[in-house]
């Protein structure tokens, strides 16, 4: 069995506290050996440079680095300078996505989908980059179709790219199921796992709402019943989760990526549980 790729992913802080708080994150992260820590970019907003600046500093510390670069609302020149910045700073990983426009912004610029970015990226740089993109066990909520989705997924593994993270999900099958339908249409790029801890309800239930990801409803049930006993709602999140990272990793995941939302502890605790 090839070896087991973990990752961890953080959103760029606004504000210095929010950038120390971050670092001391990252080191206690760093402590598990990650394959990388990737950084999240806003498409078309105002917080670009901040993804810029958070890769410097994770690069600075010695980790391998992985920003995010969303093209939707861009250009291809200003895709360009962005890879060469990264070029020039040594990252070697990028995950590529077609991002969402912010409310308000009327044009979705010269990308349409994230598979022109991968073409282009390969256009422009070769094969410097490692080229993550996006899938969905459960889906992308504007796909016509699950069969069109898939396809369009493959589009982005014919354009270049060399591995995928999936969106959040709590059901093992979904996963399992739409890895089985991607190596049906011949698609052999690892899939890992992205995972999503349990911290607080209200917030878990409006990221879920706006990007398709499914709360099983006897989960959700749960959830609501501790109200704001976040305590419990923790315990609970950190078994489900766990579990469902048991089954994943049984099951052939190749690794899993933590959505960290810049917090250690609940990745932390997940990874004690799984005794990895
Ligand atoms: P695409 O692969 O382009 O797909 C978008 C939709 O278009 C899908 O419904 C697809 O089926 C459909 N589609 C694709 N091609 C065609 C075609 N030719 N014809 C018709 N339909 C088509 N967002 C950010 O803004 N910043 C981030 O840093 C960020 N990081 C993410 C990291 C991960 C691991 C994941 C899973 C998502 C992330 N997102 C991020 C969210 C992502 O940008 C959104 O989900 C976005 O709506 C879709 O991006 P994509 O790259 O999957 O798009």
Redesign the pocket.
């Known amino acids: 069995m090839s070896k087991q790729l973990f990752s961890f992913?953080f959103y760029p802080p606004q504000t210095p506290e929010g950038a120390v708080k971050l670092a001391a994150t990252r080191n206690q992260l760093a402590a598990l050996h990650p394959e990388f820590f990737s950084v999240?970019?806003?498409?078309g907003g105002s917080t670009q440079d901040r993804t810029v600046e958070t890769i410097r500093q994770i690069k600075a510390e010695g980790y391998n680095a992985a920003p995010?670069l969303?093209c939707v609302g861009s250009t291809r020149g200003n895709i360009r300078a962005m890879l060469n910045g990264y070029k020039d700073m040594g990252i070697k990983r990028i995950?590529?996505?077609?991002?969402?426009l912010p409310s308000g912004m009327a044009s979705i610029g010269e990308f349409?989908?994230?598979?022109e970015l991968v073409s282009f990226i390969r256009a422009e740089t070769g094969d410097h980059f490692h080229i993550?993109?996006?899938?969905?066990p459960e889906?992308?909520?504007?796909?016509?179709s699950a069969h069109?989705?898939i396809l369009?997924?493959k589009?982005?593994i014919s354009a270049g790219a060399d591995s995928a993270?999936?969106?959040y999900f709590y059901n093992p099958d979904a996963y399992f199921r739409y890895v089985d339908e991607c190596r049906k249409q011949g698609v052999t790029v690892p899939i890992v796992p992205?995972i999503m801890p349990i911290v607080k309800f209200t917030q878990l239930a409006r990221f879920s709402d706006a990007?398709g990801a499914e709360i099983p409803r006897w989960m959700r049930k749960r959830l609501e019943s501790y109200g704001d006993d976040n305590e419990s709602v923790q315990t609970f999140g950190l078994d489900v989760v766990t579990q469902l990272c048991e089954k994943l990793l049984a099951g052939g995941a190749p690794g899993l990526?933590f959505y960290t939302l810049n917090q250690a502890a609940p990745a932390l605790a997940i990874w004690k549980r799984l005794g990895l």
């Open positions: 992913e999240t970019f806003g498409a995010h969303s995950v590529a996505l077609r991002g969402d349409q989908y994230a598979n993550e993109v996006a899938a969905y889906f992308h909520p504007q796909a016509k069109d989705d369009n997924f589009r982005k993270i999936t969106q992205g990007c990526h």
